[in-house]
């Protein structure tokens, strides 16, 4: 079993930055895809960001919706991810989650079907 735990979340201005943490603890896997999702009020979760435990940044996937904006990143000595959110606007606000699965697919993305889910932090951006 694999435990996620986030953290990070608050409440900015329309512009500012923050840093998501997702420490995972139990039984760590080395070839997993990790990911963030986000879910607003009345909304769908959507995903958007993702990476492979064995991979640098350069092979992250980001939804168009945060691209340049977010970046996702991992310390696998410290089996944590990372999500720096950036010139945040108040479209952002929503319940971030952090999610993992063994990597199935030539691509790591974020699926709604990952095994491990975290309890969520929320994000909240003001105008």
């Known amino acids: 079993q694999v435990q996620l735990m986030e953290s990070g979340g608050g409440s900015v201005q329309a512009g500012g930055s923050l840093r998501l943490s997702c420490a995972a603890s139990?039984?760590?896997?080395?070839?997993?895809?990790m990911g963030w999702f986000r879910q607003a009020p009345g909304k769908e979760r959507e995903g958007v960001a993702a990476?492979?435990?064995?991979?640098?940044?350069?092979?992250?996937y980001y939804a168009d919706s945060v691209k340049g904006r977010f970046t996702i990143s991992h310390d696998n000595a410290k089996s944590t991810l990372y999500l720096q959110l950036n010139s945040l606007k108040p479209e952002d606000t929503a319940m971030y989650y952090c999610?993992?699965?063994?990597?199935?697919?030539?691509?790591?993305?974020?699926?709604?079907?990952?095994?491990?889910w975290g309890q969520g932090t929320q994000v909240t951006v003001s105008s």
């Open positions: 999610a993992a699965d063994m990597m199935v697919l030539p691509v790591c993305t974020p699926r709604p079907d990952f095994g491990y």
């Open positions: 139990g039984h760590t896997y080395s070839n997993i895809c």
């Open positions: 990476i492979y435990s064995g991979g640098g940044s350069g092979s992250a």
